[in-house]
């Protein structure tokens, strides 16, 4: 592949050389010259309509002749930052610079773009509102084309074939090493001029500020927009002036200047920033980081002392997933602290002097002392607090802040902490009148809390440990009295706090948001509140603690499961469901399939939990006053067939038994049922079904009755437990489990609960039916059989879909003895009655037609098992089965329905394939049949 990409560079390059010294470049004569320049004057015109035809000609005409962009290009900018060039010149002007051909010079070459930013910055001179639009409108196109484009400063230090192989082929070549040099001193000297342009473009600018101290805000955010592109990490040297320019710019009145200010000083930290000494670890090291199952009901925070906190390893990202734990995981060490090695401690000391030297450490040091100043950073923060009130909504939590704060106290570490703690303090205690502002008070709070966290990373253990001391406190305080608007933003500053951080290291923080429980003086909204700041912690720990946290959390919970209110259920159900969720063992070979068995779907730490929830939830869904005996069967608590693991009443972790209260009262009965199937609902929403499905075999018969509840978010959460948990892949060891519960279930005393569990055995046997014995479907269609000849036509009419698609997958031997029973049924004589019958000949023609239209329903399953194919029994059956149609009601309803069925699946290939299988005689049945009914057809049927 390499060899012929260097061939298609190289025709490339020809194809470019070509263009400029072939036919379609003219001789730059005088002549031409004075042309282009009338050209530009034209393009700078008074009127629209010639400045529109002579930009179009000049760019054009630019690239017929070699280098006159190049040249023409200074002149067009310079007409930017002139005093004396008229509106019409500089509109002119801007449209020529937003044109392809300009954008792409300035943009990418640093002649132009040094110009270009002075010239820009100076445009304030002109004050028509309409060319101040018309500059912002460039300055964005030129800031969409220059990110686009890279910055390197550095000169090449190694040699490039390292990094290109495909040049280290037998037939390329290759410079020899004298040319190699002399190729790095070039670039060398090209990127230090690079340098000393980028230098020149600072100075200018920061001229121009310097010039003008009351700019206008529009070309102030130009200057700090310029200045954003040009500080890269890895750039120049950024001077004190930028700094100061962006410092001021944070505590600016002006909104955007304020982003502008956010998004360079944390650019400026970021260039500082050393990277720690990285350990890589073997696969194994990762049950380290785990927060282990003794956690459970101990305190959460270790012991931690300032040796044992230095040389401990903690493995801080995770970009793998919930229960995938890195391969090759990397640590550092507490504090920040490098290795001991000589060679990898000069490494480091090398790399440390290189990335400070990117920043004067003296205009840093000056830096620290404006933010140190007094009154400084509470000015940044009443001008941060007074945009997010100006908000509608009062603001909202900003990661890039939060950013910004996290870079300031991992930079200046805890000398910056203490004027903050008060600051903080000073705005949660804050009495407020409206709501936008309390939102921005808590908003920037959490801003400042989140920050300082995160940039802890590197500090040394004592000040760590000062730094929880007055976090714990402050944190608690504000997660009280703050609002249920104001918890999004706590949730969201958890969430920045927990994301890719090792959980050793704010293990406090667990301690507080897990010690504390609910409320129930509260107002539901509070209580909700309360669980969803902890949510974040719970999602982020995944694979390194939300086991240990989920037995913590499920203790803290569980005697709310019958919370009286709804929204704080729901938020319960919901955490419990990800409590579930990081129980799941999965396999750790990827070419290992998942055992969904029971006993191993689940961590066995955790699994005694899992089944006594389960258990008790099975025990009190059979509970009345909703679910009466009658509706369900009872099944056995140790039936293996179906997945349950006997438990008793308390589940053992540790040392500490878990136990679940039983409800004492209706109303908490049903909240209590609420949550669960809620719990459930959720597990199979979010498609983390792996920890419960094979625990919920013995829950089908109870979530079948609660399909009917009259409570219209249980039945809809038994539904979507049930559909999701019928249509999941379910192990072979708890499919006849399954079976039988079906047919239990089919001879509830209850037809609404037979009725409501077909369309879920049809759902269960699409996806294993392969799966079942020839004496399971044997025993499953005998029961439907049964069901044909129901008292209540809706479960007839039900078991006969339902036998059908079994039927699909039944050899055509195995249906005759099922074809003569139905004939048998369809053929019982129905006696003649009027109203004057007596009850016992009445009785006799209900029974009669019962078994009457069982026969019909199962002939018409056998028809519909057909669906795209014509067997040979199928024309004598419809011959059988047509003279039904004259039949009472509900008999030749079926029996229409089952011939528009048929001809629906067959009516593409009939004249084909299936019509020549068909008599005369049985084409005109079809055909009577397939005819709507007439007056005398209804007559007939009536006097019969």
Not at 120 to 128: G, N, P, Q
Not at 219 to 233: D, K, M, T
Not at 838 to 862: D, F, K, N, T, W
């Amino acid at each position: 592949m390499w060899p012929r990409r260097i061939m298609i560079e190289r025709l490339q390059i020809l194809h470019y050389k070509r263009m400029l010294l072939g036919s379609n470049l003219l001789p730059y004569t005088p002549t031409y010259h004075a042309l282009l320049d009338d050209l530009l004057a034209l393009s700078l015109s008074g009127y629209s309509e010639v400045r529109k035809k002579a930009q179009g000609t000049l760019f054009r005409s630019l690239k017929k002749f070699k280098g006159a962009v190049n040249e023409y290009l200074p002149k067009v900018i310079s007409i930017l930052g002139d005093s004396s060039s008229p509106s019409h010149a500089v509109t002119g002007a801007v449209y020529l610079l937003s044109g392809a051909s300009f954008l792409r010079r300035y943009t990418s070459r640093w002649n132009h773009l040094s110009s270009f930013l002075k010239n820009i910055c100076m445009s304030y001179v002109h004050l028509k509102p309409t060319v101040q639009t018309r500059l912002q409108t460039l300055y964005q196109t030129f800031a969409l084309g220059y990110y686009t484009l890279p910055l390197d400063f550095e000169a090449p230090s190694v040699n490039f074939l390292e990094k290109r192989p495909y040049l280290q082929l037998a037939h390329v070549i290759l410079p020899n090493q004298a040319e190699m040099e002399q190729a790095l001193i070039s670039t060398a000297k090209q990127n230090q001029w690079r340098a000393n342009k980028l230098a020149q473009t600072f100075a200018a600018l920061l001229e121009i500020q310097n010039s003008n101290p009351n700019l206008h805000w529009r070309y102030q955010v130009f200057l700090g927009s310029s200045f954003l592109l040009l500080v890269r990490p890895g750039g120049h040297p950024v001077p004190a002036g930028v700094q100061q320019f962006f410092l001021a710019g944070l505590a600016s009145v002006l909104p955007q200047l304020r982003q502008i200010a956010v998004k360079g000083i944390t650019n400026i930290l970021t260039m500082r920033k050393i990277p720690a000494q990285r350990y890589f670890l073997p696969a194994s090291a990762y049950e380290a980081t785990r927060l282990p199952p003794s956690f459970f009901g101990n305190p959460m925070v270790p012991q931690f002392s300032a040796e044992t906190y230095s040389s401990t390893l903690f493995v801080d990202k995770n970009h793998f997933g919930w229960n995938c734990p890195p391969a090759h995981p990397f640590a550092v060490l507490g504090g920040g602290s490098m290795t001991s090695s000589s060679q990898q401690q000069s490494r480091d000391d090398q790399a440390s002097s290189s990335r400070r030297s990117a920043v004067d450490l003296e205009s840093h040091n000056k830096m620290f002392q404006t933010i140190m100043s007094e009154g400084y950073l509470k000015q940044v923060i009443s001008q941060i607090h007074n945009d997010k009130r100006s908000q509608t909504s009062g603001g909202s939590f900003s990661a890039s802040l939060a950013h910004m704060w996290k870079y300031l106290f991992s930079e200046y570490q805890s000398s910056i902490a203490p004027p903050l703690q008060v600051l903080v303090t000073e705005l949660l205690s804050s009495t407020v009148i409206a709501s936008s502002e309390e939102k921005a008070y808590h908003s920037v709070a959490s801003e400042i809390i989140a920050g300082m966290v995160r940039g802890s990373r590197h500090w040394d253990f004592a000040q760590l440990r000062n730094m929880w001391a007055w976090v714990t406190p402050t944190l608690q305080n504000a997660l009280n009295v703050c609002s249920v608007d104001t918890a999004a933003d706590w949730a969201l500053a958890i969430h920045y706090i927990v994301a890719d951080f090792d959980p050793r290291r704010y293990t406090p923080l667990l301690d507080l948001l897990l010690a504390s429980p609910l409320d129930i003086s509260a107002t539901s909204a509070q209580q909700a509140k309360r669980i969803r700041i902890a949510q974040p912690m719970l999602l982020e720990l995944s694979w390194r603690g939300a086991r240990s946290i989920s037995l913590r959390t499920i203790e803290l919970l569980q005697p709310y499961f019958a919370h009286p209110y709804k929204v704080v259920r729901d938020k319960i159900s919901s955490q419990i469901g990800h409590c579930f969720r990081s129980m799941y063992e999965p396999p750790r070979n990827a070419k290992q399939l998942p055992d969904v068995s029971p006993g191993h779907a689940v961590h066995h730490v955790y699994e005694p939990v899992l089944v006594q929830i389960i258990s008790y939830l099975d025990s009190v869904l059979t509970s009345p006053p909703f679910v009466t005996p009658a509706a369900v069967v009872t099944t056995p608590a140790n039936d293996t067939n179906v997945g349950v693991v006997s438990g008793g009443a308390a589940a053992v972790v540790g040392s500490s038994p878990m136990m679940i209260s039983t409800p004492s009262s209706s109303s908490t009965l049903s909240h209590f049922q609420h949550t669960m199937t809620n719990m459930l609902a959720t597990q199979f929403k979010t498609g983390s079904a792996e920890t419960v499905l094979p625990y919920c075999g013995p829950l089908l018969p109870r979530l079948i009755a609660l399909a009917d509840h009259p409570d219209p978010d249980m039945a809809r959460d038994a539904k979507t437990t049930l559909g999701c948990l019928v249509n999941s892949t379910i192990a072979a060891s708890s499919v006849p489990g399954l079976v039988n519960l079906f047919i239990d279930v089919l001879q509830s005393e209850s037809w609404h609960t037979r009725l409501t569990s077909m369309p879920f055995l049809q759902a269960f046997l699409s996806r294993n039916i392969f799966q079942m014995t020839l004496q399971e479907e044997q025993a499953l269609i005998a029961r439907l059989v049964i069901l044909l000849s129901d008292p209540q036509v809706e479960v007839r009419q039900l078991a006969g879909t339902s036998l059908a698609s079994m039927l699909t997958f039944i050899d055509e031997a195995d249906t005759i003895q099922l074809r003569a029973q139905f004939t048998k049924m369809a053929n019982t004589p129905l006696p003649k009655t009027n109203k004057d019958s007596p009850p016992a000949l009445l009785e006799q023609y209900r029974v009669s037609l019962l078994q009457r239209h069982g026969g019909v329903l199962g002939l018409c399953s056998v028809l519909l098992s057909c669906p795209y194919d014509v067997p040979s029994y199928l024309p004598g059956l419809i011959e059988r089965l047509a003279p039904h149609v004259h039949d009472p009601i509900p008999i030749r309803t079926s029996v229409k329905a089952a011939f528009l069925d048929f001809w629906r699946t067959h009516q593409d290939q009939w004249e084909t394939v299936h019509k020549d299988k068909f008599t005369q005689q049985q084409l005109d049945l079809m055909n009577e049949m397939l005819v709507s009914p007439s007056y005398f057809d209804e007559w007939h049927c009536m006097h019969r």
